[in-house]
C-alpha cells in the first residue's frame, strides 16, 4: 500500500462538500491504492457541523481512509498538504454587487494562498471551485509566490461535462461517443464551449448540428446551466460540482485517456495569444502528475471572439482586485 497524501477540502461542512469527501475517501479521485488523510477546513460557526461529518466519515469504514482532521484554521488547514480543493466561498448576498463579490472573495483566498505557500507540500496541486474560480484561483496563486504557478487551478470540468452531455443528447449519442470537448475561459456566462474541435464518434461535432442550434441553443443552455439548477432545485448544483472536481483532480492526477483533452481552468503562458498569467481555461492534456496545454486546436473567426470576450472579463476582474494580488 502506498504513504497516505493528504487532502484539504475549504467548505468542508457546505453542500459541495457533503457530496465530495465521500468520494475522495471512497479512492474515486485519486484511486484505489492511495490512501488519503482528509483536512476539513471551515469557519468556526461550521465547526460543529463538521465534527457531524468526520463521524459520518469514520462511519463509512473507508479502507483508505487513514485519518480526518477537523479545523478552522488555513495554517493548520494546508499544513504538509498535497492536494487542496478550495471550495468554501463568500455567496452574492442581497444587493452585493459584482466588485463586492470579487472583493470578498479575494479576502478568503488571499489568507488561503498565505497558508499555502507557508505550510503546504511544495508540489501541492490546488483545485478552486468556489466563485468567481477562475479569479479566485489567481488570487491564490498570486499570494503563493514559493509555489510553481502551474499548480494552482480552476474548475470549468463541470462545464465540459454539460457540454459533453448536450451534444449527445442532440446527435442521439452518448458521453462515450464524445471526445476533445472544450471550454474557453472564464467559469461565468461569458465561457465559450467550442463544437469545433469536440468530436462525435471521430466527426466534427459542429457538423452534426445547424450553426443556429450551436450558438442560439447549445452556447447559452451550456452558459446557463448553473442558474437552471437554481431555479429547478432551490440550491445551486452540488452532487455534479463535486463530480465534476473530482474528475479535473483524477485527470490531472492520473492522466488524460488517449489523444482526448479535457478543460482545466490554469495558468496562461500566452498560447492562442490569451494574456498570460490569467487562469483561463484551456484544452488540456495530463500525464504523469502535469498538465500540458493543447496547442493544435483550430480557432476560426467566431472562436477567435467568444475566446477574446471571456478573457476581457477574467482581465476585468484581476484589475478589480489588482490590490490584493500579492
Ligand atoms: P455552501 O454555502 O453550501 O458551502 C460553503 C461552505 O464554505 C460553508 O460551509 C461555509 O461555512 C464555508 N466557508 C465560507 N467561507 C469560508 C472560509 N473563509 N474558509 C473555509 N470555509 C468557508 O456552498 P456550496 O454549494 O458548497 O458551493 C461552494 C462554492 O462553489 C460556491 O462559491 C459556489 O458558487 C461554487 N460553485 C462552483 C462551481 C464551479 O463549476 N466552479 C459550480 C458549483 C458551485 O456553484
Not at 51 to 79: H, I, Q, S, W, Y
Not at 159 to 169: E, L, P
Amino acid at each position: 500500500m502506498k504513504q497516505p497524501v493528504r487532502v484539504t477540502v475549504t467548505g468542508a461542512a457546505g453542500q459541495i462538500g457533503y457530496a465530495l469527501l465521500f468520494r475522495i475517501a471512497s479512492g474515486a479521485m485519486l484511486g484505489d491504492d492511495q490512501p488519503v488523510i482528509l483536512k476539513l477546513l471551515d469557519i468556526t460557526p461550521a465547526l460543529e457541523a463538521l465534527e457531524g461529518v468526520r463521524m459520518e466519515l469514520e462511519d463509512c469504514a473507508f479502507p483508505l481512509l487513514a485519518g480526518v482532521e477537523c479545523t478552522d484554521d488555513p495554517n493548520t488547514g494546508f499544513k504538509d498538504t498535497d492536494y487542496a480543493l478550495l471550495v468554501g466561498a463568500r455567496p452574492r448576498g442581497p444587493g452585493m454587487e459584482r466588485k463586492d463579490l470579487l472583493e470578498a472573495n479575494a479576502a478568503i483566498f488571499s489568507v488561503q494562498g498565505k497558508a499555502i505557500n507557508d505550510h503546504a507540500s511544495r508540489n501541492i496541486k490546488v483545485l478552486v471551485v468556489g466563485n468567481p474560480a477562475n479569479t479566485n484561483a489567481l488570487i491564490t496563486q498570486r499570494n503563493a509566490p514559493d509555489i510553481d504557478p502551474r499548480n494552482f487551478t480552476a474548475m470549468t470540468r463541470l462545464d465540459h461535462n454539460r457540454a459533453m452531455t448536450q451534444i449527445a443528447i442532440k446527435t442521439g449519442t452518448t458521453v462515450n461517443d464524445v471526445t476533445n470537448m472544450t471550454i474557453w475561459g472564464n467559469h461565468s456566462a461569458t465561457q465559450y464551449p467550442d463544437l469545433f474541435n469536440a468530436k462525435v464518434n471521430g466527426q466534427a461535432a459542429i457538423d452534426l448540428v445547424d450553426q443556429a442550434w450551436f450558438e442560439e441553443d447549445f452556447i447559452p443552455t451550456v452558459q446557463q446551466r448553473g442558474a437552471a439548477i437554481i431555479k429547478a432545485r432551490g440550491a445551486s448544483s452540488a452532487a455534479s460540482a463535486a463530480n465534476a472536481a473530482i474528475g479535473h483532480m483524477r485527470s490531472w492526477a492520473l492522466g488524460t485517456e488517449g489523444d482526448d483533452w479535457v478543460s482545466m481552468g490554469v495558468y496562461s503562458d500566452g498560447s492562442y495569444g490569451i494574456a498570460e498569467g490569467l487562469i483561463y481555461s484551456f484544452p488540456c492534456r495530463c500525464c504523469n502528475g502535469d498538465w500540458v496545454i493543447v496547442q493544435d486546436a483550430d480557432i476560426n473567426d467566431f472562436s477567435r471572439a467568444k475566446m477574446q470576450a471571456t478573457e476581457q472579463e477574467l482581465i476585468e476582474e484581476r484589475d478589480a482586485v489588482a490590490h490584493l494580488l500579492g
